[in-house]
């Protein structure tokens, strides 16, 4: 009997394959083996979420927004840790503390697909979310993911977002929530818009792109606010118990958030009247 011929490959293995080729297309570098690496992982990240949500469904299994649907594609950055409830895992604490401090307001920049501003409007119903993105695709990820969570009434979704549109959007007492790939060093200056003066502000600084950005934030803030630093982390109690099959590699790219390099957080806090 014949052998049976193997199946095609799939879109997705094809289009990795023709990546690769393409990267690896010139003279052997240090540098084109890292880019290589890094087609090689999304492909394989991409298959472990093929196979995440075939065998667990698309509920978000652990984490502060355990329990959201997330049907959705990430606009950017790895599906799997979101889905885990693994992702900025280092933030968890710090979201616990957002949905006790009960915001009126809360205002995502640089919402993208909205597993924050979907997430905070599922844990807390009294606020006014308002999430910007200045890209199209992610805009229209965002309404579809308020949707299928049921808070589509209470995501008020907007595009790019200026010092002006700070001002009108920002009463005080506000949250500022800010991932805009290293843009926050120009909008995140609470001279050119006062409000930010007067509001909590949660921003991934994107300090590989421009090394001393934090502190130069850290500076710009220091009178107004009470500034804390947060570190990358890791959550592999997160990963279900089926991962304990997979190789050690396959676990790690189930946790890994396709991150170039470090984009720490500061987390600051208005300083009260007085102190």
């Known amino acids: 009997m014949a052998d049976k011929a193997p199946d095609p490959p799939s879109p997705l293995t094809r289009a990795a394959w023709n990546a690769l080729a393409q ?100 844990r807390m119903p009294n606020a006014r979310i308002l999430a910007h993105d200045s890209d199209p695709r992610a805009r229209a990820l965002c309404a579809a993911l308020a949707r299928a969570n049921g808070v589509a009434a209470r995501v008020e979704i907007g595009a790019d977002i200026d010092h002006r549109g700070l001002e009108a959007r920002l009463p005080p007492g506000s949250l500022v929530l800010c991932d805009i790939e290293g843009a926050e060093d120009a909008l995140l200056d609470p001279e050119k818009a006062p409000a930010l003066a007067r509001s909590d502000v949660l921003v991934e600084v994107h300090e590989t792109f421009r090394p001393g950005l934090v502190a130069d934030l850290t500076a710009r803030f220091a009178r107004s606010h009470e500034i804390t630093r947060i570190d990358r982390a890791l959550a592999p109690d997160t990963l279900p118990d089926w991962a304990e099959t997979l190789s050690d590699l396959d676990r790690l790219l189930m946790l890994w958030e396709w991150r170039a390099g470090p984009t720490p957080w500061l987390w600051m806090k208005t300083r009260k009247t007085g102190a």
Not at 36 to 57: E, H, I, P, S, Y
Not at 63 to 72: I, K, Q, S, T
Not at 92 to 117: H, M, Q
């Open 23 to 122: 990267t690896l297309d010139g003279p052997p570098s240090p540098a084109r083996l890292a880019a290589a690496l890094r087609v090689l992982a999304k492909w394989r990240a991409q298959m472990l979420a093929n196979t995440l949500r075939r065998r667990d469904g698309d509920v978000i299994g652990s984490g502060p927004f355990r329990g959201m649907v997330y049907e959705v594609a990430a606009s950017e950055g790895g599906y799997v840790p979101r889905r885990l409830g693994a992702y900025e895992a280092s933030l968890a604490p710090i979201i616990e503390e957002i949905v006790a401090r009960n915001y009126a307001t809360i205002l995502d920049i640089g919402c993208a697909e909205g597993y924050y501003a979907v997430g905070l409007a599922r």
